[in-house]
């Protein structure tokens, strides 16, 4: 069943929820099929009702590298809100069949105009993405390869299981990616990759089969992306 609670719009006043909704448009989208590119106008908001996405960049070395998988309750494109006159800054594609409900710049700009309180509900949503945003960054910066790996595997298993924090992960969680796609959200090598799944394999956290994992002990795989396995 479509989800219509946002993590993005959570502690947002009710009605002005409502009323942002509203406005939206469902869209569909085919597994593999592209939502927006690169480079392209920046119009609008999407927020995820059904299936998960790949945000991607391809870096000066024409590397591909994915930021992040969203999945229902999350939502892509916000800054679209702010910045309409800016291109989109990375690629989004739907990596199942997915939908979105997606809310138009012009239709939030006319909402604030008429409901200047609804500024809330920006500052709300821009926020939840900056602290977001800011511990990749510092895992990124200060964290062994091996560790990012651990938390990036833990943060798609929830994309996919519709987990929210780490004690929603229940076990049997299914991470359908390849070693390649975990490689490139965790910032690392495929061997990297590799060497950490086979060790959590042996600790029974998880279980490999082709181009899937499965968290089969999401406790302590936690607790070894925390440090203390």
């Known amino acids: 069943m479509p989800r219509d609670d946002f993590?993005?719009?959570?502690?947002?006043?009710?009605e002005e929820v409502q009323e942002l909704l509203s406005h939206g448009r469902r869209r569909t989208f085919s597994a593999?099929?592209?939502v927006f590119h690169a480079g392209d106008p920046a119009d609008c908001v999407h927020f995820v009702r059904g299936g998960r996405f790949?945000?991607?960049?391809?870096?000066?070395?024409?590397?591909?590298?994915?930021?992040?998988?969203?999945g229902p309750g999350d939502a892509f494109g916000e800054l679209a809100l702010l910045t309409p006159d800016a291109p989109r800054s990375a690629t989004?594609?739907?990596?199942?069949?997915?939908?979105?409900?997606?809310?138009?710049?012009?239709d939030f700009r006319r909402l604030r105009a008429s409901r200047p309180q609804t500024d809330a509900l920006l500052t709300q949503m821009l926020a939840a993405r900056v602290r977001r945003?800011?511990?990749?960054?510092?895992?990124?910066l200060y964290?062994?390869?091996e560790t990012r790996v651990r938390r990036r595997l833990l943060d798609v298993?929830?994309?996919y299981a519709g987990a929210?924090?780490?004690?929603?992960?229940?076990?049997?969680?299914?991470?359908?990616?390849?070693?390649?796609?975990?490689?490139?959200?965790?910032?690392?090598?495929?061997?990297?990759v590799n060497k950490v799944l086979r060790e959590e394999q042996e600790q029974g956290t998880i279980e490999l089969g082709r181009g899937r994992t499965t968290v089969r002990d999401a406790a302590a795989l936690e607790r070894r992306a925390r440090g203390f396995g």
Do not use: C, K, M
């Open 143 to 145: 964290l062994p390869a």
């Open 133 to 140: 945003l800011s511990e990749q960054l510092v895992d990124a």
């Open 92 to 106: 989004v594609a739907a990596l199942e069949r997915g939908e979105t409900l997606s809310v138009h710049e012009i």
């Open 54 to 70: 790949a945000v991607r960049i391809t870096t000066e070395f024409g590397d591909v590298a994915t930021l992040n998988v969203v």
């Open 7 to 14: 993590a993005l719009l959570a502690g947002a006043a009710p």
């Open 157 to 159: 298993a929830r994309a």
């Open 32 to 34: 593999g099929e592209v």
């Open 164 to 192: 929210d924090g780490a004690d929603g992960l229940a076990d049997g969680a299914q991470v359908p990616l390849t070693q390649e796609e975990l490689a490139s959200l965790a910032g690392t090598s495929r061997a990297t």
